[in-house]
């Protein structure tokens, strides 16, 4: 079946973000006088707010709540932003360069304050015809509802759409939800071989996002 609609992710595709949400979970758990590890950084990786928190909030034994995790990072996310926003090379170039043959839409795990953010600084919110927010998503990623969601909302049938991830949840998010998937992830955070596999194809820079790809993907073969 035809491509009709390109659903992107943001943290890690968009916005090489994810070591800004690193260095904030290290620094948040210094400032307790403990150790955030790349083990705990991979679980946070992909998932809804809430999921996030809670893994901060189980791996570091933490007594604070989820809400004020959640207001902490936010916090600390933004303000990095505010001094350079990281867009990943190619990035905004290939949502302009999607948009001209597809439909295109955002769906993101991130908290809605910093989608926001991020989509005016880059003029995005022009751009994508739908924007899906974790936050309004009560089951985040890896289950397939923030995708579902994506395509309800453009009218597109799974099989006619084609999702970019970074992260092992968002590609199980994505072929849970029946779409073709697309593995992008930041330079510094590679994926394991298994969440590979479930990719129908492995860019390492969003200038390599083309027509060209999708349609080698559309015609059925692994690339």
Same mark, same amino acid.
């Given at each position: 079946?035809? /491509? #009709?609609?390109?659903?992107?992710?943001?943290?890690?595709?968009?916005?090489?973000?994810?070591?800004?949400?690193?260095?904030?979970?290290?620094?948040?758990?210094?400032?307790?006088?403990?150790?955030?590890?790349?083990?705990?950084?991979?679980?946070?990786?992909?998932?809804?707010?809430?999921?996030?928190?809670?893994?901060?909030?189980?791996?570091?034994?933490?007594?604070?709540?989820?809400?004020?995790?959640?207001?902490?990072?936010? &916090?600390?996310?933004?303000?990095?932003? #505010?001094?350079?926003?990281?867009?990943?090379? &190619? $990035?905004? #170039?290939?949502?302009?360069?999607?948009?001209?043959?597809?439909?295109?839409?955002? *769906?993101?795990?991130?908290?809605?304050?910093?989608?926001? *953010?991020?989509?005016?600084?880059?003029?995005?919110?022009?751009?994508?015809?739908?924007?899906?927010? @974790?936050?309004?998503?009560?089951? !985040?990623?890896?289950?397939?509802?923030?995708?579902? #969601? $994506?395509?309800?909302?453009? @009218?597109? $049938?799974?099989?006619?759409?084609? @999702?970019?991830?970074?992260?092992?949840? !968002?590609?199980?998010?994505?072929?849970?939800? &029946?779409? *073709?998937?697309?593995?992008?992830?930041?330079?510094?955070?590679?994926?394991?071989?298994?969440?590979?596999?479930?990719?129908?194809?492995?860019?390492?820079?969003?200038?390599?996002?083309?027509?060209?790809?999708?349609?080698? /993907?559309?015609? !059925? @073969?692994?690339?």
């Amino acid at each position: 079946m035809p /491509i #009709e609609a390109v659903i992107f992710d943001m943290d890690g595709v968009l916005v090489d973000s994810e070591v800004y949400w690193d260095e904030s979970r290290v620094d948040f758990a210094r400032d307790r006088g403990q150790i955030w590890t790349d083990e705990y950084q991979r679980l946070a990786m992909g998932r809804s707010t809430v999921g996030w928190a809670a893994v901060m909030q189980e791996q570091l034994q933490l007594a604070e709540s989820i809400d004020d995790i959640i207001a902490e990072m936010k &916090g600390r996310v933004i303000a990095r932003y #505010e001094r350079r926003m990281p867009t990943r090379p &190619g $990035a905004i #170039e290939s949502v302009h360069r999607m948009k001209q043959h597809f439909r295109v839409g955002l *769906a993101s795990g991130s908290p809605t304050e910093i989608i926001k *953010a991020v989509l005016r600084i880059t003029g995005l919110d022009q751009v994508f015809e739908v924007m899906i927010y @974790g936050d309004n998503i009560p089951r !985040g990623k890896p289950a397939p509802d923030i995708y579902l #969601e $994506a395509l309800k909302q453009l @009218g597109v $049938a799974p099989e006619a759409a084609l @999702g970019i991830e970074d992260s092992a949840n !968002g590609l199980r998010s994505l072929k849970a939800a &029946g779409m *073709a998937a697309v593995a992008a992830p930041s330079p510094g955070y590679p994926l394991p071989e298994d969440a590979l596999m479930l990719a129908d194809t492995h860019i390492t820079t969003l200038e390599n996002f083309t027509v060209d790809l999708v349609r080698g /993907i559309e015609r !059925g @073969g692994r690339l």
